[in-house]
């Protein structure tokens, strides 16, 4: 018997959530195939079989969470499709009890029953000291509350306590579930803590369990408020010029690169530019080093059924605008379709994340740890500005926003690097010139 465990997935993921099991128990198997799909922190991985033949045993539910060497199913090498060995065994032993005379099966059932008055004898006499006599279940009861049988008084005609005694003895159900509670562990008295809540509602309510992802992106946010100094600067960009600029040249661009024009490319761009400019803020903090990066691998957020993923753009200093556009619209498209890979996610350098595609005028961007900055961009609305020669118009203005980790990043090298930002993207025809 072959046995299947969690394999080593990578180094920062050490633990997974069963999500489906791809074969059922007896199913033919061959080495390589894969046979459950895990979840992890990250992305959903497949784990393959070790070994060729039945799948005999499953030792982990869909929704169990297991760890790296967890074992999680056993295949029978020499095993036929259908049914495994063990399967024939207990088949073999249900047949061979269905043919046992009736009554030797009423035989053993007041065997049972003789065995359990002996038992239960036996526990009477151990008490005999006391001058006790009690059930084994009120024994039992007694010692989970507490409660010393010398002082209960039984109802019963012949002095033996039974537990509807020893429950009276509690003082009712209300001080029995207090002392209960008062014996148990911790992580059972959290348990309790949390099944008590769940009766407050008067009303209907559906509790859904977090998936691991979910749970992970908490975590991982609250991590970011609290390991880091966080500070939000904001501006105002007019985006008059990039919206000129895309209608005069999306349809030529679209054909030329079979992938349209976007927004995103341009603040890319714009955000790789400051960086060179500012590069604490494409930094990170290693104990007491600071690892200033010279590479710029941009974190693109982007919202899936499941939560969100940071998938990141590779070397975006050395990508044109068509090169930026296809690498988000692949990104997007494996985010959605759940083909991220681990190599996907991890080595980000910034995070450039866009609320305004669902309408977000402003907000504050969480650190995408441990990047030490992220920039938020936000829905374009028309506001009356004034302009140079003091006239007002309606101009299409964005928010955008810098989060940024105040221990290495100072406020003026944020603000400037915001104002840096704005600079380019209201003069798009000097990005493309130096992009």
């Given at each position: 018997?072959?046995?299947?465990?969690?394999?080593?997935?990578?180094?920062?993921?050490?633990?997974?959530?069963?999500?489906?099991?791809?074969?059922?128990?007896?199913?033919?198997?061959?080495?390589g195939d894969p046979i459950l799909e895990l979840e992890?922190?990250?992305?959903?991985?497949?784990?393959?079989?070790?070994a060729s033949g039945v799948l005999a045993e499953i030792?982990?539910?869909?929704?169990?969470?297991?760890?790296?060497?967890?074992?999680?199913?056993?295949?029978?090498?020499?095993?036929?499709?259908?049914?495994?060995?063990?399967?024939?065994?207990?088949?073999?032993?249900?047949?061979?009890?269905?043919?046992?005379?009736?009554?030797?099966?009423?035989?053993?059932?007041?065997?049972?029953?003789?065995?359990?008055?002996?038992?239960?004898?036996?526990?009477?006499?151990?008490?005999?000291?006391?001058?006790?006599?009690?059930?084994?279940?009120?024994?039992?009861?007694?010692?989970?509350?507490?409660?010393?049988?010398?002082?209960?008084?039984?109802?019963?005609?012949?002095?033996?306590?039974?537990?509807?005694?020893?429950?009276?003895?509690?003082?009712?159900?209300?001080?029995?579930?207090?002392?209960?509670?008062?014996?148990?562990?911790?992580?059972?008295?959290?348990?309790?803590?949390?099944?008590?809540?769940?009766?407050?509602?008067?009303?209907?309510?559906?509790?859904?369990?977090?998936?691991?992802?979910?749970?992970?992106?908490?975590?991982?946010?609250?991590?970011?408020?609290?390991?880091?100094?966080?500070?939000?600067?904001?501006?105002?960009?007019?985006?008059?010029?990039?919206?000129?600029?895309?209608?005069?040249?999306?349809?030529?661009?679209?054909?030329?690169?079979?992938?349209?024009?976007?927004?995103?490319?341009?603040?890319?761009?714009?955000?790789?530019?400051?960086?060179?400019?500012?590069?604490?803020?494409?930094?990170?903090?290693q104990e007491n080093e600071i690892i200033q990066k010279?590479?710029?691998?941009?974190?693109?957020?982007?919202?899936?059924?499941?939560?969100?993923?940071?998938?990141?753009?590779?070397?975006?200093?050395?990508?044109?605008?068509?090169?930026?556009?296809?690498?988000?619209?692949?990104?997007?498209?494996?985010?959605?379709?759940?083909?991220?890979?681990?190599?996907?996610?991890?080595?980000?350098?910034?995070?450039?994340?866009?609320?305004?595609?669902?309408?977000?005028?402003?907000?504050?961007?969480?650190?995408?740890?441990?990047?030490?900055?992220?920039?938020?961009?936000?829905?374009?609305?028309?506001?009356?500005?004034?302009?140079?020669?003091?006239?007002?118009?309606?101009?299409?203005?964005?928010?955008?926003?810098?989060?940024?980790?105040?221990?290495?990043?100072?406020?003026?090298?944020?603000?400037?690097?915001?104002?840096?930002?704005?600079?380019?993207?209201?003069?798009?025809?000097?990005?493309?010139?130096?992009?």
């Amino acid at each position: 018997m072959k046995e299947i465990k969690v394999p080593e997935l990578a180094e920062s993921i050490t633990e997974g959530t069963i999500a489906e099991w791809l074969v059922k128990k007896g199913d033919q198997v061959e080495k390589g195939d894969p046979i459950l799909e895990l979840e992890t922190d990250k992305v959903n991985v497949e784990v393959n079989a070790d070994a060729s033949g039945v799948l005999a045993e499953i030792l982990k539910d869909e929704g169990d969470d297991v760890e790296v060497g967890d074992v999680i199913a056993k295949v029978d090498e020499n095993g036929e499709a259908g049914g495994s060995g063990e399967d024939e065994s207990s088949k073999e032993e249900a047949s061979s009890e269905k043919e046992e005379p009736a009554q030797e099966t009423a035989g053993n059932d007041e065997k049972q029953e003789e065995k359990q008055e002996e038992k239960q004898e036996s526990a009477d006499q151990r008490d005999t000291k006391n001058d006790v006599v009690a059930t084994p279940a009120a024994r039992k009861r007694a010692r989970e509350l507490g409660i010393d049988l010398s002082e209960i008084t039984a109802k019963d005609p012949l002095g033996r306590i039974r537990p509807e005694d020893v429950d009276a003895a509690a003082g009712g159900s209300s001080k029995e579930s207090k002392k209960a509670e008062k014996k148990e562990a911790p992580k059972q008295e959290k348990k309790s803590k949390e099944t008590s809540g769940k009766t407050e509602f008067d009303k209907p309510v559906e509790r859904i369990k977090m998936s691991r992802r979910r749970q992970t992106i908490a975590k991982r946010l609250v991590d970011a408020q609290q390991t880091s100094a966080m500070l939000t600067t904001f501006n105002e960009v007019d985006m008059t010029n990039v919206m000129k600029l895309r209608s005069e040249r999306k349809e030529a661009f679209q054909k030329k690169h079979d992938v349209k024009l976007g927004f995103m490319s341009f603040f890319t761009k714009a955000a790789v530019g400051a960086l060179k400019e500012f590069p604490l803020i494409n930094a990170e903090i290693q104990e007491n080093e600071i690892i200033q990066k010279k590479f710029y691998d941009i974190g693109m957020a982007v919202s899936t059924d499941e939560g969100l993923v940071v998938p990141v753009v590779r070397d975006a200093d050395r990508l044109d605008f068509a090169g930026i556009e296809k690498g988000i619209m692949d990104m997007a498209q494996k985010a959605r379709n759940k083909e991220l890979q681990l190599d996907d996610l991890q080595g980000g350098s910034f995070t450039i994340t866009n609320g305004g595609i669902f309408g977000s005028m402003l907000s504050t961007p969480i650190l995408n740890s441990p990047q030490v900055g992220i920039l938020g961009l936000h829905n374009i609305e028309k506001r009356a500005k004034v302009m140079p020669d003091d006239t007002i118009q309606a101009r299409p203005m964005m928010y955008i926003a810098l989060s940024y980790d105040h221990r290495i990043v100072d406020g003026k090298d944020a603000v400037q690097f915001l104002r840096r930002i704005k600079e380019m993207i209201e003069d798009p025809y000097d990005l493309l010139l130096e992009g």
